[in-house]
Antibody
Framework: QVQLQESGPGLVQPSQTLSLTCAVS??????????WSWIRQPAGKALEWIGR???????LYNPSLKSRVTISLDTSKNHFSLELYSVTAADTALYYC???????????WGRGTMVTVSS | QSALTQPPSASGSPGQSVTISCTGT?????????VSWYQHHPGKAPKLIVY???KRPSGVPDRFSGSKSGNTASLTVSGLQAEDEADYYC???????????FGAGTKVTVL
């Protein structure tokens, strides 16, 4: 059974970098036809796709966040990571990692981790 | 890219059916048959229940069905059960910028 688990600080100071990791179990991060993705949900708002990374390392980001985001893979640890730079209160959200299959469906999700941006 | 529009809530009695709409545009829902639906019980991981508008992953009961007409997709839950009480989110692939757009979710209550 494939499982994803997000981890990282729950509180980040404004203007700093938000860093999260998604540990993957039950599947290899090198699996074909598989992208790994980050999604977030501010309280009371819609889910927002942040970006995705393919097993080759190629990335694609939401244009609204592209200038502040990096997603990377660590195949030795079978996990992938999110870095969001220069955060503000608007980045406060529940952050999910998810497996994206065949480009179009998020078939496995983590439980999410809450990140608050505040001083 | 604007979020997809979903009603904030829906409800039905056990055994009844409830249908949730998901309205997008001709650039997302109307353009591609890549609409998916997710069930989320708070505190748990969201679960894929419908993909490519009408398909169900293995293990998802056939009580869950999806459809689409124009720019609006729908999820119908038939024979409502207590465990169906959850938040439901729709998603569409948009193509432009290889983008993914979601709805804000619909809370389904089983009366």
């Amino acid at each position: 059974q494939v499982q994803l688990q997000e981890s990282g600080p729950g509180l980040v100071q404004p203007s700093q970098t938000l860093s999260l990791t998604c540990a993957v179990s039950g599947d290899s991060i090198n699996s074909g036809h598989t992208y790994w993705s980050w999604i977030r949900q501010p309280a009371g708002k819609a889910l927002e796709w942040i970006g995705r990374i393919y097993t080759s390392g190629s990335t694609l980001y939401n244009p609204s966040l592209k200038s502040r985001v990096t997603i990377s893979l660590d195949t030795s640890k079978n996990h992938f990571s999110l870095e969001l730079y220069s955060v503000t209160a608007a980045d406060t959200a529940l952050y999910y990692c998810a497996r994206l299959r065949d480009v179009v469906m998020f078939d496995v999700w983590g439980r999410g981790t809450m990140v608050t941006v505040s001083s | 890219q604007s979020a997809l529009t979903q009603p904030p809530s829906a409800s039905g009695s056990p055994g009844q059916s409830v249908t949730i709409s998901c309205t997008g545009t001709s650039s997302d829902v109307g353009a591609y048959n890549f609409v998916s639906w997710y069930q989320h019980h708070p505190g748990k991981a969201p679960k894929l229940i419908v993909y490519e508008v009408t398909k169900r992953p293995s293990g998802v009961p056939d009580r869950f069905s999806g459809s689409k007409s124009g720019n609006t997709a729908s999820l119908t839950v038939s024979g409502l059960q207590a465990e169906d009480e959850a938040d439901y989110y729709c998603n569409s692939y948009t193509g432009s910028n290889n983008f993914y757009v979601f709805g804000a979710g619909t809370k389904v209550t089983v009366l």
